[in-house]
């Protein structure tokens, strides 16, 4: 059994910074793409940023230049830099990864969500 485990969300006004982790637990053979994606109300969930095991990234249009994805292959682990939050930024933000429980079975998994209000 896999589990992402998200941290790191809260409350922080505009023009504030946070970050956000997600550990992936389980017996995992290796962890291909993770990503971040966000969600606000009554909106589809969008992709905000992903990275490769090999540390390739690639951002959603509406954050480049103020949110940073980095990855601890060690830790499996990834994080979220968010610097300049606006209101906008306001959504349940979801931790996804590709993972191999066995060479070449891949799977796909998500966390549970952690909440980031941006107030204005």
């Known amino acids: 059994q896999v589990q992402l485990v998200e941290s790191g969300g809260g409350l922080v006004q505009a023009g504030g910074s946070l970050r956000l982790s997600c550990a992936a637990l389980g017996s995992i053979f290796s962890i291909n793409r993770m990503s971040w994606y966000r969600q606000a109300p009554g909106m589809q969930r969008e992709l905000v940023a992903s990275?490769?095991?090999?540390?390739?990234?690639n951002y959603a249009d509406s954050v480049k230049g103020r949110f940073t994805i980095s990855r601890d292959n060690a830790k499996k682990t990834i994080y979220l830099q968010m610097n300049s939050l606006k209101p906008e930024d306001t959504a349940l933000y979801y931790c996804?990864?590709?993972?191999?429980?066995?060479?070449?079975?891949?799977?796909?998994?998500w966390g549970q969500g952690t909440q980031v209000t941006v107030s204005s």
């Open positions: 996804h990864a590709f993972v191999e429980l066995r060479r070449a079975n891949e799977y796909s998994y």
């Open positions: 990275i490769t095991s090999g540390g390739s990234t």
